[in-house]
């Protein structure tokens, strides 16, 4: 930035904070911040306190000096040289006072001699004064950027009564502030002094020393950052690997129960083969009887038919066999085929309940240990589910009674919890002391043990015990209130999250997209009601991905797709039922793969496009969903919120339907018109309740595990939770629809 630049934005910068108007007469307190003499003798009176006084700005309390006389304090050099510099600006606006008529006029002189302003009517009359010959005076419309800089540099006076014209040309070495050279005899006689340009020099080789210094400890943590890198990278390559490892061996069991599968499928189809074919066997022949037997009855009805009773009783051998087989008994055959095979299953239950009971295999990681360490946990030792908690252990080496220090190697890791958790670098609170802070990531309530290693020997003494508690949800922010103005919201529908922790809030009400800070700081906005390229109608869900945004434009049937500032970039859908296209989309989210997955609730579809929006798949068909209003893939699940059955299901990547909780409700785990989710940093799902007025936390299998919030208007409560999205430092954003606002919960 240039020096007129820097000149026309310190206006701003010369306000005392204290009274809110320009300062006079600048001091500065050994805090840095400075206040009006004014407001500070003011502070003094009103706290009946005279040798201290309270810093309004940071509260620190500070001595006197002087006998109690604020005047002692040094003067703010640096604001007074930008007091007398702020006229000159502020010319063309308001216009200047001359400095000897007090006439305000815009066309004025400045003498750089006389360090004083020249009306046009005045400047004559010091042209006449014979001492001002030599003086340099400039018009203001004639300035250069160097004349600029040149009222910057001009010498300083005394401060003191009487001596306004004496140039500060001393540094006192007892008293530490600048005088001129007849403070030196009257108020300073007796003290070491040393000419200010001296003390000057000295003091800014001091300080480009101690900048030299901060540069060497900025580049040594530079340094010390890109080995932290490094290890993010070496630890996630081996966390694929071992997740690699355990796939192939899950898949060598599928294999093999698979095999063991089909065996007792080609046994089942043998015996039924063998079965069937015995019975069409038995089934022939009774046919055969039958025939033999349908034959007989016509041949003995038509005898009865035709032939008198005397025929009748003749000798005939035909119908004697008829009448002896009518008390025989069922042939053979008949019986035979009365008797049924009957096939059944039983399951190897030992099998199952080793495999619920025992583990496929075990996740490790290798220590070493020694005797000559200790280590003692202190501080915080009560950890929060689903964040970090944060622990402070001491260690100390025992044989050489010195504390480890920095260059030093410190791991620390949570053992006895159903296995081990990985070990999580420690941040280096004071390395005096050997005192280092760490962080866990809890999952799971309850006690679990700190472990520590010094350069990979195990820390004599850990572990430690640390309890694990159930966190708690605070709300500690809220920003928004209905309006249509920048930074107000009307019916905020989705959040989302990127890597700078910015908040993206997308306003069905407002038809526009807005931009915040993590503090509530409107940054920027895009969009506005229409159809054209950029306008939206009613948009809906929203996700950052490689510094673009993504907004579902829900009544115009499409999603588009901005730069991080807002500029259009591309589109895709249209209303339809084809494929590509899009009816009433809701909520959208990224896969792992980058691509984009959009619930289509009037299609109640799932449809994933690739990043540029090509139409890639489709998740369920015709009756899978009622009224679906996101999809979120974590791990290898498709997880899907389904508005209209009050219900989350459970899909695997594939589209394949596993399992599902919840139903409309109002008790824990039940819902009322089920809302939008995400996975927090425990890797729990939250879910939100919209028309129970709360957001409802899950174990990925369903488990209820917590709720937060109520029906209202106060911090924490709420009215139709839409979305929710995670800050870097887990805090929630969640979305309060009815009440025009976006609360933080922590």
Known sequence: MDIKTFLDNTQEHLCCTECMTRFTNPKQLPCLHSFCLHCLQRIQQTSGIRDTISCPECGR??????????????TNVRINSLLDALPVTECNTSGIKCGNCEKTSRESVYCFSCCSLWCDDCLPLHNRIKIFEEHFALALKDFRVEDFEN????????????????????????CKIT??????????????????????????????????????????????????????????????????????????????????QNEIFDAVENKVKESLALLTEQKHAIEEEVKT?????????????????????????????IIQEEGEEEDSAVRDGESLTTFFFEGNEGLVHDINIKEI???????????DSSAKGNGISEGTVGLEAEFVVTTRNTQKEQCYQERDRVTFEIINREGRDSAIKPQIQDKKDGTYKFSYFAKETGTCQASVEVNGEHVHGSPFEVQIKRREFRPVLSFGQQGSDAGTLCYPWGVAVNDKDEIAVSEVGNHRVQIFASNGTHLRSFGKKGNQQGEFDSPAGIAF?????????????????FSNQGHYLNQFGGRGSRDHQLQFPRGLSIDSDGNIIVADSGSKLIKI????????????????????????????????????????????????FLYKFGKQGKRDGEFDLSGCLSVDRAGHLLVCDSSNHRVQVFKLSGEFVEKFGTRGTGAGEFKVPVSTAVLSVGKLVVSDYGNHRVQIIS
């Open 545 to 561: 991905h490689n510094d673009k945004i993504i907004v579902a434009d829900c009544c115009n049937n499409r999603v588009q797709l």
């Open 361 to 371: 295999g075990c996740f490790f990681v290798t220590k070493t240990s020694s005797k």
């Open 293 to 321: 037997h349908e034959t007989a009855i016509d041949k003995t009805e038509l005898i009865l038919k035709r032939n008198t009773s005397a025929q009748i009783m003749e000798p005939n051998e035909f119908l004697d066999k």
């Open 609 to 656: 496009f690739s990043p540029d929006g090509r139409f890639l798949s489709t998740i369920g068909t015709k009756g899978s969903f009622i009224n679906p209003v996101h999809c979120i893939q974590h791990d290898n699940y498709l997880i899907v919120s389904d508005r209209g059955d009050h219900s989350i299901r459970v899909l695997n990547r594939e589209g394949e």
């Open 179 to 260: 005088i001129c050279s007849v403070c030196t005899f009257l108020d300073h006689e007796g003290h070491a002094k040393i000419l200010l340009e001296n003390a000057a020099k000295e003091r800014k080789s001091r300080i480009t020393a101690a900048i030299e210094s901060k540069k060497r400890r900025a580049l040594k943590k530079m340094t010390r950052i890109a080995t932290i890198d490094e290890n993010f990278i070496s630890i996630q390559e081996q966390a694929v690997k071992v997740k690699s490892n355990v796939q192939q061996f899950v898949a060598r069991l599928m294999t093999a129960i698979e095999a063991k």
């Open 151 to 174: 009222i910057l540099k001009q010498p300083k006076f005394c401060g003191k009564e009487g001596h306004e014209k004496r140039e500060l040309e001393f540094f006192c070495q007892v």
């Open 61 to 74: 309390n500070f001595e006197i000096p002087g006998n109690g006389d604020l005047n002692a304090f040094p």
